[in-house]
């Protein structure tokens, strides 16, 4: 079993920045591929960013390429999404997930079909 708790959302005015943090327990934390999702009302969940379990592999959507940043520190099991430059449209719960089936050498899980475990989500709100 894995345990994910997302905190550090909060209500930001368009421009700023926010950083988020799943903290992880249970299984070897090292061992796992990590995505950052986000679900807006009435949209589908969709992935935001995702890190190989090195820190080697990244992924970002196009929408954040060069706003936010994921990386993680495998000594305390926690992943981060630095979030700058925030806009309206980044307003969402923001969930983080871990794929257990991952392996050195594979392509980063995109599709939250992949992920085997997820947070309870946290909520960002950015105003205009």
């Known amino acids: 079993q894995v345990h994910l708790v997302e905190s550090g959302g909060g209500l930001v005015q368009a421009g700023g920045s926010l950083r988020l943090s799943c903290a992880a327990s249970?299984?070897?934390?090292?061992?796992?591929?990590m995505g950052w999702f986000r679900q807006a009302p009435g949209k589908e969940r969709n992935i935001v960013a995702a890190?190989?379990?090195?820190?080697?592999?990244?992924y970002y959507l196009d929408s954040v390429k060069g706003r936010f940043t994921i990386s993680r520190d495998n000594a305390k099991n926690t992943v981060y999404l630095q979030m700058n430059s925030l806009k309206p449209e980044d307003t969402a719960v923001y969930y983080c997930?871990?794929?257990?089936?991952?392996?050195?050498?594979?392509?980063?899980?995109?599709?939250?079909?992949?992920?085997?475990?997820w947070g309870q989500g946290t909520q960002v709100t950015v105003s205009s």
């Open positions: 997930a871990a794929d257990l089936t991952y392996s050195s050498g594979d392509s980063l899980p995109l599709s939250f079909r992949e992920y085997d475990y």
């Open positions: 890190i190989s379990w090195s820190g080697s592999r990244l």
């Open positions: 249970g299984r070897t934390f090292s061992n796992y591929a």
